[in-house]
């Protein structure tokens, strides 16, 4: 390797270990470089490619070999170092980042040589100081970081020599998949994504189309053969690829004949390239020849925008192509400051004189040097009063931001590196005994330890942040080549590829803004078997390739919501096939609703019911004082009218979708209140009985059980069942649970009773109680018609009975929401039986026989 050795660079570094006071570097000499620089703080090194032609001095080495020099300004290229400036401009100003730091930079044309690359990286490693001590060294460096180079030889080269220094350097356009090993390139990071995150975007741009039959074309190099092989790698997880072919480095007709045949004779209708422009384009000629079309072609970042192959002549055969490029991003404000520079005489700013002479073809006096006057006259003469605006060129188009982005994420990381090197606090810092960094004197290795923990969202919403190989987040722009209304091919993106979000999320398509170059304008097919619909699974057939396959519909329970589904999933618990098994729908859940016919009736019937409780209850208390409402014992009347209005109103807990509250109300609620009925209903039967025993000669029965008696029975019965309420609650009380052993498709929402032992208590109590009731007015039906009350009694018991000794068999058999009807039927029937059994004979005398409602009237019946 040819190129002038600078002992500073050795010194700098060993003087400061080994700890010597007395010795000065000296620097032997300085390379003659173009370059720009700004004093500060902190200076970040920066090299870019600027020219594309070099002249090599005589390396004899007879004499001291002279300077190189370059040629061929490329004047687009520019915009890059400018962007550099903008953003460091941009930091500078900004009070909330490095606030009271200055950034500055010295940045370097590399000429496209290395020789010229290595010479601007120990260039910038030494600096420019001829002499130095060894206070010198203990100074923050030159430079703390290197933003470039764009080459990834270059890189590769660089990399060796700054990280033996621990010099961190950010590439902006490196994509070699091998600056990733950081056992190598340890100081190495890019905002580039590497060439191995590439395969992962077209990967998963063909899964999303659903593409298992694939065509696969490589150039015969380390950039196609790489990617190839990890292409093949990740397809056949998936799918098939229907064949492989290699374009040759050099040309051979005979190669790209038997490529081009191939792909006629192929059915794939997808075709992946993995190539530069230059190699892929002798096979764009052959296939626009032939008048191939009716294929998909898929374009790795090496020319998916190219504008060379993006032409009208090609648009036929490859028109539609989908690709994977260089994020592209905005940066505002960029474009009026790139159009308002102006050149600068200082010698260490060479770039903007040579960008401002070879974008207005010009010269300015100060640049020419050992001409004649003739050739200084010859020349048009450079202002600097030059408007940008008046020339076009692609150092102001800011529209296809892709490397110049790169650059300002590669300046905000190291920016937001030192401020939080900057921000450290002494006590919690990183380094030897919790110690923190001096912004004034960081160095390197200080920088390199903060940079690669840096992650943050920039101005523009984008995340910025490095893995543990230094390689950026990688992001892509998926485009589309498309025709425009005026007849030219431009290059769009349509979507955005994220490795860094979840594996549904990383890739994200404008569906509606893609061509398709196909008659029907969408989507190609191109598969071996016909796609499975959703709702079948594919079966591969034995003996052929896996992209062969037959269909077969999912099982009841089980979809597939994809085409070319491997499996059937079975739904959750909660969740149903449709019937073209291709969904699972919720299940239906079947409860007794108020929305529904039946819900609507029962709990129509149950207010009706209610009202007229509350009706006859308010009858009797309005005629009170008669004989009839006394006669029939006025206060039991109140608490059994009471209890029915409970019976009647408990059904609507049973109406409406389950919750814990209504589970354990509507069985407790419905006890209490049967009870409390049924022992009204007992102690009007006694009461009864012992009026007439009270009526024989020389009986004193009813002052054995008085008001207060009955007032204690009536409480004490009802006590009773809610205790045994209380303890099934306590215990295992009713909740709601969700039932589908009846039907696989439906979900029978129901109270799961928690305890059956529990509920057969309060049952088994009501049953007891009226049973007991039953059998003493049915012995008192033949009382003296005086005391007829009974036989009412009697009736309304035998209906009751009636009700609930058939609803065990019916609420046993029926299912879901019926259970529910039938217990409210039973509640709903056995209620109105004793209502209207008991009070109606009651309420016709006091409605409509008012005559009938007096003393004598009831003696004499």
């Not at 500073?8 to 470089?33: M, P, R, S, W």
């Not at 390239?273 to 892929?280: D, P, T, V």
């Not at 589904?565 to 969904?583: H, I, L, M, Q």
């Not at 022992?679 to 004193?700: D, E, H, Q, R, Y």
């Amino acid at each position: 390797m040819k190129f002038f050795v600078c002992t500073c660079v050795i010194f700098y570094f060993i003087l400061n270990a080994l700890g010597e006071v007395q010795h000065t570097c000296k620097l032997l000499d300085q390379f003659d470089l173009n370059g720009l620089y700004k004093h500060g703080d902190i200076i970040l090194g920066g090299i870019f490619v600027l020219s594309f032609k070099t002249v090599i001095p005589d390396l004899s080495f007879r004499f001291k070999p002279q300077q190189w020099h370059c040629n061929g300004f490329e004047i687009s290229e520019f915009q890059r170092i400018q962007t550099m400036i903008f953003a460091i401009e941009e930091i500078n100003k900004d009070q909330a980042l490095l606030p009271n730091i200055t950034l500055g930079y010295r940045m370097y044309d590399n000429c496209v040589t290395l020789p010229i690359a290595l010479r601007a990286a120990i260039s910038l490693l030494s600096g420019l100081e001829a002499n130095m001590t060894l206070e010198d060294c203990s100074k923050s460096p030159p430079v703390l970081a290197v933003l470039g180079d764009p080459l990834s030889s270059h890189s590769i080269a660089m990399s060796r020599i700054l990280s033996l220094f621990r010099v961190p350097m950010v590439s902006h356009y490196a994509t070699c998949s091998c600056l990733s090993n950081k056992q190598e390139f340890p100081s190495f990071f890019r905002t580039i994504p590497s060439d191995a995150f590439q395969v992962k975007a077209i990967i998963q741009i063909i899964k999303q189309y659903r593409w298992i039959w694939i065509g696969a074309i490589a150039s015969d190099d380390d950039y196609g053969q790489n990617a190839i092989k990890i292409f093949m790698e990740e397809v056949n997880q998936f799918g098939c690829i229907a064949f492989i072919e290699t374009i040759p480095t050099v040309y051979r007709k005979v190669k790209i004949l038997q490529i081009v045949n191939t792909i006629k004779l192929s059915t794939a209708k997808v075709i992946v390239a993995f190539s530069g422009e230059i190699e892929l384009n002798a096979l764009v000629t052959e296939v626009i020849y032939q008048n191939i079309t009716g294929r998909q072609w898929i374009a790795s970042e090496a020319w998916s925008t190219s504008s060379l192959l993006a032409s009208k002549e090609n648009f036929a055969s490859f028109g539609g192509t989908i690709g994977i490029a260089v994020r592209r991003g905005e940066i505002p404000k960029l474009e009026n400051f790139l159009l308002n520079s102006h050149p600068d005489f200082n010698s260490n700013n060479r770039l903007v004189i040579q960008f401002w002479e070879e974008l207005f073809k010009c010269k300015f006096p100060q640049s020419i040097r050992e001409q004649n006057e003739s050739i200084l006259l010859s020349s048009r003469i450079c202002t600097g009063t030059e408007d940008m605006n008046s020339v076009k060129s692609g150092y102001g188009d800011v529209s296809e931001l892709r490397s110049s982005y790169n650059v300002y994420k590669a300046v905000y990381a190291i920016a937001q590196a030192l401020h939080n090197l900057m921000n450290c606090e002494n006590g919690n810092g990183p380094f030897e005994s919790r110690s923190c960094a001096d912004i004034k004197s960081a160095q390197p290795w200080q920088l390199l330890h903060y940079l690669k923990k840096v992650n943050f969202t920039n101005q523009l919403g984008e995340r910025v942040a490095f893995d543990e190989n230094g390689d950026a987040i990688a992001i892509y722009d998926i485009v589309n080549w498309q025709m425009t209304d005026q007849g030219t091919v431009a290059i769009n993106t349509i979507g955005v590829y994220d490795e860094s979000k979840p594996a549904e999320q990383k890739i994200s398509l404008k569906e509606d803004k893609i061509f398709w170059n196909f008659e029907n304008g969408k989507a190609p097919v191109s598969v071996c078997s016909s796609s499975c619909l959703p709702g079948t699974r594919k079966v591969p057939r034995k003996g052929e390739p896996i992209c062969c396959f037959d269909c077969i519909a999912c099982s009841d329970g089980e979809v597939s919501r994809q085409v070319d589904a491997t499996t059937c999933v079975k739904c959750a618990p909660d969740f149903w096939s449709n019937f073209g098994r291709n969904e699972c729908l919720l299940k239906e859940m079947e409860f007794l609703s108020y929305e529904e016919p039946m819900g609507i009736t029962l709990t129509t019937v149950a207010i009706v019911g209610a009202c007229f409780s509350v009706a006859v209850l308010g009858l009797f208390i309005h005629f009170r004082s008669t004989p009839v409402v006394k006669a029939n014992n006025s206060e039991l009347s109140f608490f059994l009218l009471a209890s029915l209005t409970l019976c009647f109103l408990c059904t609507l807990c049973f109406v409406g979708q389950p919750s814990k509250l209504t589970c354990m109300l509507r069985h407790v609620v419905f006890g209490i209140s049967f009870v409390l009925c049924v022992s009204c209903i007992l102690v009007k039967t006694i009461v009864v009985i012992m009026a007439f025993k009270s009526s024989l000669p020389g009986s004193n029965a009813m002052k054995w059980f008085g008001i207060a008696q009955q007032r204690s029975t009536v409480f004490f019965f009802t006590f009773v069942q809610s205790l045994i309420c209380i303890v099934w609650l306590t215990t295992a009380p009713p909740i709601p649970a969700k039932n589908t052993k009846y039907q696989a498709a439906k979900i029978i929402l129901e109270c799961d009773l928690g305890s059956l032992v529990g509920f057969s208590f309060i049952l088994g109590y009501i049953g007891l109680l009226a049973a007991v009731c039953f059998v003493i007015a049915f012995l008192a039906r033949n009382l003296p018609d005086n005391f007829n009350e009974a036989r009412f009694i009697t009736f309304s018991m035998l209906i009751f009975c009636a009700v609930w000794i058939t609803f065990i068999p019916a609420y046993i058999s029926s299912p879901g929401k019926h259970t529910v009807a039938v217990e409210i039927f039973a509640i709903l029937a056995s209620s109105f039986g004793v209502l209207f059994a008991i009070f109606t004979p009651k309420c016709y005398i006091i409605i409509f026989k008012p005559q009938q409602n007096t003393r004598r009237a009831v003696m004499r019946r």
